[in-house]
T-cell receptor, first 112, second 115 residues
Framework: DAKTTQPPSMDCAEGRAANLPCNHS???????VYWYRQIHSQGPQYIIH???NNETNEMASLIITEDRKSSTLILPHATLRDTAVYYC?????????????FGQGTRLTINP | DSGVTQTPKHLITATGQRVTLRCSPR?????VYWYQQSLDQGLQFLIQ???????AKGNILERFSAQQFPDLHSELNLSSLELGDSALYFC??????????????FGEGSRLTVL
């Protein structure tokens, strides 16, 4: 599976948009981009995923570049509860097998 | 609440011992995944089961084993425990056999401390 590169930490002011970048320059055509987050020591929480097109749900937006070598997760109006480690993962389905490989992620701190 | 239940939440044991961690997936989910999170290793994929069959294997030690039962709950068995096995063990479930059709729902984890 393609490796991802994320900044180790980021800060964002409460109420502003948080933009978390991810590089996945070796991504294959059939690999999806997933984002999860982990608040303190809780179980990771799914945020969003996409293949080629930009995606939006109630939590966030995912912008994938046209060459698919990088993506950005956008939290439109960050709150203190969004403070967490955010993981960008690329994954492909191999006959139903899925092993999401979590990297070190980005520790996002939302400041009041 | 993700709907995935893990027991026990906390477990303290001694080196050389054996423990069993239990996971009940969300109702209707057929796939179960196990992950290990230690301070220095981050989240490590261990193994995936789908409807009772092993589907994918990650960095799971030979001292560890898992299985998924007919009622779809899963158990992770850790034996000959070492200090380095101290970690948070997460279980996750998903409805799909195919990976990219849905998300994984994680439980709150079982914290294992080996003394």
């Amino acid at each position: 599976d393609a490796k991802t590169t994320q900044p180790p930490s980021m800060d964002c002011a409460e109420g502003r948009a948080a933009n978390l970048p991810c590089n996945h320059s070796t991504i294959s055509g059939n690999e999806y981009v997933y984002w999860y987050r982990q608040i303190h020591s809780q179980g990771p929480q799914y945020i969003i995923h996409g293949l080629k097109n930009n995606e939006t749900n109630e939590m966030a937006s995912l912008i994938i570049t046209e060459d698919r070598k990088s993506s950005t997760l956008i939290l439109p109006h960050a709150t203190l509860r969004d403070t967490a480690v955010y993981y960008c993962i690329v994954n492909r389905d191999i006959q139903g097998a899925q092993k999401l490989v979590f990297g070190q992620g980005t520790r996002l701190t939302i400041n009041p | 609440d993700s709907g995935v239940t893990q027991t026990p939440k906390h477990l303290i044991t001694a080196t050389g011992q054996r423990v069993t961690l239990r996971c009940s997936p969300r109702s209707g989910d057929l796939s179960v995944y196990w992950y290990q999170q230690s301070l220095d290793q981050g989240l490590q994929f261990l193994i995936q089961y789908y409807n009772g069959e092993e589907r994918a294997k990650g960095n799971i030690l030979e001292r560890f084993s898992a299985q998924q039962f007919p009622d779809l709950h899963s158990e992770l068995n850790l034996s000959s425990l070492e200090l380095g096995d101290s970690a948070l063990y997460f279980c996750a479930s998903s409805v799909a056999k195919k990976a990219n059709t849905g998300e994984l729902f994680f439980g709150e984890g079982s914290r294992l401390t080996v003394l």
